[in-house]
Nanobody, 120 residues
Framework: VQLQASGGGLVQAGGSLRLSCVVS?????MAWFRQAPGKEREFVAG???????DYADSVKGRFAVSRDNAKNTVSLQMNSLKPEDSAIYYC??????????????????WGQGTQVTVSS
C-alpha cells in the first residue's frame, strides 16, 4: 500500500487549504498527522472506513476530514488557518484498525508529507 499526499502550500492566516491523499490499496482507519520543526508528530484528524471522524481539540470546528472509498482518497479541508497550523502534514493508514487512533505507532502506512505554511 502506498500513500501520496498533495495540496500543501503557503497561505495567509484565515485562509483555507485542502489536502488530499491517494491510497493505492484497501485500508481501514486513516488519519492526518502533522509535525512542526522541533516538535513531535501529532494527530490532527482521523476517519474510519465507515466515515466516523475524530479531531484534535486544536482543529475542531476548523478542519474536516473525509474519504471516498471508491476512489481510495482521504481529504482534509482546513479553514481559518492559523500560523500555529504550519507543519508538514502526513496521511496515514491502518491495515486493520476500524477506528482512527491518535497513536502514530498504530498506523502501518505513511505518505511522504506535504508542507503547509500559514503566514501571519
Amino acid at each position: 500500500v502506498q500513500l501520496q499526499a498533495s495540496g500543501g502550500g503557503l497561505v495567509q492566516a484565515g485562509g483555507s487549504l485542502r489536502l488530499s491523499c491517494v491510497v493505492s490499496g484497501r485500508t481501514f482507519a486513516m488519519a492526518w498527522f502533522r509535525q512542526a520543526p522541533g516538535k513531535e508528530r501529532e494527530f490532527v484528524a482521523g476517519i474510519s472506513r465507515s466515515g466516523a471522524t475524530d479531531y484534535a481539540d486544536s482543529v475542531k470546528g476548523r478542519f474536516a476530514v473525509s474519504r471516498d472509498n471508491a476512489k481510495n482518497t482521504v481529504s482534509l479541508q482546513m479553514n481559518s488557518l492559523k500560523p500555529e497550523d504550519s507543519a508538514i502534514y502526513y496521511c496515514a493508514a491502518s491495515s486493520d484498525r476500524l477506528r482512527a487512533t491518535m497513536n502514530p505507532g498504530r498506523y502501518d502506512y505513511w505518505g511522504q508529507g506535504t508542507q503547509v505554511t500559514v503566514s501571519s
